[in-house]
């Protein structure tokens, strides 16, 4: 591999890490875009290896989260049945799609996930399932109250079944998919929000090991890219998680909002092979 | 408590052992391709297209979520918690099929 190439994604992947693990998104979101816009990658060859660095970003931040005692394996172990189903379904319609309708479609999904994350910082949206209860009751220690806060997990059967939602789009466009799996978990089965982030940061490691294989069998992971993108995304995601409580999270994700939904733009013309005046 | 501190421990053991394993074959790899010496001391060993170090780095990434479901499936199973056993020993059968259609 030329060393210039190996630097540019080197690169590309610590800025999709630090990113990444800024705003809490798996790296996809801005390496699948990078790879194909910057690159000019085949967007099933930039999902194929996405899904490497994802499964590595997974595990690197699902380490801080199991240690801080913020995951629920047991509901982890539940939804990811569902959510590993729908990667599998989500990896092989994938493989079925033409690579601009792919690109389109990654660019709405970007598109909506920018959106979504704007509103939720509008509203600042406060932990509001703190006081759920049922027979089951679990814990988790808060860091930032120094508390032990108790929560119950509720309809255990419908988020198993929307999970698959989340493993599909997980699986078609390589993303972790914890855009879907943590409003899931925390709007419907009242999951208290830490607790479904670092839970959905737990089972993403599984989703995206379902789509690297059906990839890796169709040939679409390019084994050269997978060193630059594993040190990029592990040592960024490392970086990421350092300078995480220095920075005013309401401006960074203020810029990123605008910079995904420019990127959502450019995937979306790249996909209906709209010529616009160099964009 | 002491259950799910047991399986928290014995995941974050191994993650992080796996973990660093792929970070070390990872740089070796690079300052190996940098030094042109991988080609001298790799490429002999050709398995599903890839010489022996690219195989082992991927294997490893691989057996991070397979090994922390092993885990799992065991803790799980010993707490008496057999939906989650099932459940994640479903998730591991998943995985496992895909393994060997790569294989076959």
């Known amino acids: ?279 | 408590m002491n259950e799910n501190n047991k399986l928290e421990n014995l995941t974050l053991t191994v993650i992080k052992t796996i973990l660093i394993l792929v970070i070390s074959l990872t740089i070796t790899s690079v300052i190996l391709e940098v030094s042109f010496s991988q080609g001298i001391l790799f490429d002999s060993i050709e398995i599903s297209g890839m010489n022996l170090l690219d195989f082992t780095t991927i294997f490893l990434i691989f057996m991070i979520p397979v090994s922390r479901s092993i885990i799992m499936i065991i803790e799980f199973s010993k707490s008496d918690n057999q939906i989650n056993a099932v459940s994640e020993l479903a998730v591991l059968g998943i995985i496992l099929g895909l393994v060997t259609r790569i294989i076959i």
């Open chain 1, 1 to 279: 591999m030329d060393i210039l190439l190996f630097v540019y994604i080197l690169s590309t992947s610590f800025i999709a890490g630090i990113i990444g693990s800024l705003l809490g998104l798996g790296g996809g979101i801005i390496l699948v875009p990078a790879l194909t816009i910057l690159f000019d990658m085949p967007i099933h060859e930039a999902i194929g290896v996405s899904f490497i660095g994802v499964l590595v970003n997974s595990s690197s931040s699902s380490l801080v989260y199991i240690k801080n005692r913020m995951t629920d394996m047991r509901l982890s172990s539940i939804l990811e049945l569902g959510a590993v189903t729908g990667s599998i379904i989500g990896a092989y319609t994938a493989l079925l799609i033409d690579s601009n309708i792919l690109s389109a479609i990654f660019g709405i999904v970007l598109g909506y996930i920018s959106i979504d994350m704007y509103r939720k910082l509008k509203k600042n949206s406060e932990d509001n399932n703190k006081e759920s209860r049922s027979d089951d009751e679990r814990e988790y220690y808060d860091e930032s109250t120094n508390e032990i806060i108790t929560y119950s997990v509720i309809r255990e059967k419908e988020g198993t079944v929307l999970s698959v939602i989340g493993g599909i789009f997980a699986g078609l466009l390589g993303l972790g998919g914890g855009a879907i799996f943590v409003p899931i978990m925390n709007r419907i089965m009242k999951v208290p929000i830490k607790v479904a982030i670092a839970t959905s940061s737990f089972m993403i490691g599984v989703t995206s090991l379902v789509g690297a294989l059906i990839f890796f069998n169709n040939g679409f992971i390019d084994v050269a890219l997978v060193s630059p993108i594993i040190l990029g995304i592990f040592f960024g995601a490392q970086i990421g998680s350092r300078i995480n409580k220095g920075i005013d999270k309401q401006i960074l994700t203020n810029i990123f909002c605008l910079v995904l939904i420019y990127i959502a733009l450019r995937m979306i013309i790249n996909g209906l092979e709209i010529e616009v005046l160099n964009l």
